[in-house]
T-cell receptor, first 116, second 116 residues
Framework: AQSVTQLGSHVSVSEGALVLLRCNYS??????LFWYVQYPNQGLQLLLK??????LVKGINGFEAEFKKSETSFHLTKPSAHMSDAAEYFC??????????????FGKGTKLSVIP | GAGVSQSPSNKVTEKGKDVELRCDPI?????LYWYRQSLGQGLEFLIY????????KSGLPSDRFSAERTGGSVSTLTIQRTQQEDSAVYLC??????????????FGPGTRLTVT
């Protein structure tokens, strides 16, 4: 079974500062990895995903993440935080194929606050 | 509609009552998923429908929970004899054929269920 650990349930950054949200995973096979964002009272929106190929993945709103197999990590970064980035972020993992490949396993989430 | 829709957006019910939650997936999406988001457990997979195949009910927490999908489109999640621990946000997602983890899941805004 796969699992996801997100370090830090709350992260605060100043506007314009680097955003770094940490995600580590556990999986018996190389997984597919996702970052979702959730704004208050809304559903989840996909920021980016890693399936195969280039390990540095760029997503929407200036976010990117790097898949590091040796560290079993998929940390999310953004060079300069904007007030509109304040939201909750979820890292998720799934298997590439076979039973359970359709099922996302989520981390507990990290709530990002941006200080003006 | 452009996205996944869910109704009602909020539901308050008394302990012991039955509730039905509805999900309208994106047109053309054959895969449909239900997840539950609660403070204690985070985001949990509940059930998965793919076309006419038997659903994967492995995530349903008890036999009080059931779901159906009529005509390969609209889905209803039913909770019988609701308990206070059922209070959560119930999220529905849909995707193109879900047998590969590559398929992006599009989430609805959720139904917030409160059991008093």
């Amino acid at each position: 079974a796969q699992s996801v650990t997100q370090l830090g349930s709350h992260v605060s950054v100043s506007e314009g500062a680097l955003v770094l949200l940490r995600c580590n995973y556990s999986s018996s096979v190389p997984p597919y990895l996702f970052w979702y964002v959730q704004y208050p009272n809304q559903g989840l929106q996909l920021l980016l995903k890693y399936t195969t190929g280039a390990t540095l993945v760029k997503g929407i709103n200036g976010f990117e993440a790097e898949f590091k197999k040796s560290e079993t990590s998929f940390h999310l970064t953004k060079p300069s935080a904007h007030m509109s980035d304040a939201a909750e972020y979820f890292c998720a993992v799934t298997l590439p194929s076979g039973a359970g490949s359709y099922q996302l396993t989520f981390g507990k989430g990290t709530k990002l606050s941006v200080i003006p | 509609g452009a996205g996944v829709s869910q109704s009602p957006s909020n539901k308050v019910t008394e302990k012991g009552k039955d509730v039905e939650l509805r999900c309208d997936p994106i047109s053309g999406h054959t895969a449909l998923y239900w997840y539950r988001q609660s403070l204690g457990q985070g985001l949990e997979f509940l059930i998965y429908f793919q076309g006419n195949s038997a659903p994967d009910k492995s995530g349903l927490p008890s036999d009080r929970f059931s779901a159906e999908r009529t005509g390969g489109s609209v889905s209803t999640l039913t909770i019988q004899r609701t308990q206070q621990e059922d209070s959560a946000v119930y999220l529905c997602a849909s995707s193109l054929a879900g047998t590969s983890g590559r398929r992006e899941q599009y989430f609805g805004p959720g139904t917030r269920l409160t059991v008093t």
